[in-house]
């Protein structure tokens, strides 16, 4: 049941994604949820390194410029990501705008920045569902995580500017 929480990123939210810790969140993965063509929720996976919270009211992203996600973002102006970790779900309801068409640190991808609308917490019904809760998170591994976290690095800061 999820529940509102306000406009703003809660503590655990905004320090996962201040880019401070990448090793810490180097498996986590964000849902981003935009509306197709034709209506219909279009999901889409990012990695914790290809995302920034400046603030508790801005997040900038780093999509593929010519994937259907960004070209969604680009016409609806509005997105939903799903946080989803053993210790916290989160909804985050947000107005979207293309900052840069391609990033320096990686050509292929454009540079996003979400202003937060409102956040929902889901979390099982202790009524209806006691003791019940999320076990985990949804991860992903990379064999090349190294490398990748040398260009999370860079994507990051470019992202920060």
């Known amino acids: 049941m999820s529940t509102h929480v306000g406009d703003t990123l809660p503590d655990d939210i905004f320090e996962a994604l201040s880019g401070r810790d990448l090793?810490?969140?180097a498996d986590r993965v964000v849902v981003v949820s935009t509306v197709d063509e034709r209506g219909f929720p279009h999901p889409a996976l990012l990695s914790y390194f290809e995302a920034v919270a400046l603030d508790r009211r801005t997040i900038r992203l780093a999509t593929y410029a010519e994937s259907r996600t960004t070209q969604h973002a680009r016409r609806e102006g509005k997105l939903t990501l799903v946080f989803?970790?053993?210790?916290?779900?989160?909804?985050?309801?947000?107005?979207v705008r293309q900052l840069a068409e391609s990033m320096r640190a990686t050509p292929y991808n454009a540079k996003l920045e979400c202003r937060v609308l409102e956040v929902l917490r889901d979390a099982p019904d202790p009524v209806r569902?006691?003791?019940?809760?999320?076990a985990s998170g949804i991860r992903?591994?990379?064999p090349q995580r190294a490398v990748e976290r040398e260009r999370a690095e860079r994507v990051i800061a470019e992202l920060r500017a």
């Open 23 to 25: 090793a810490g969140v």
């Open 84 to 95: 989803v970790d053993a210790a916290f779900v989160y909804y985050v309801k947000a107005a």
């Open 129 to 134: 569902e006691p003791g019940a809760h999320i």
């Open 140 to 142: 992903y591994v990379n």
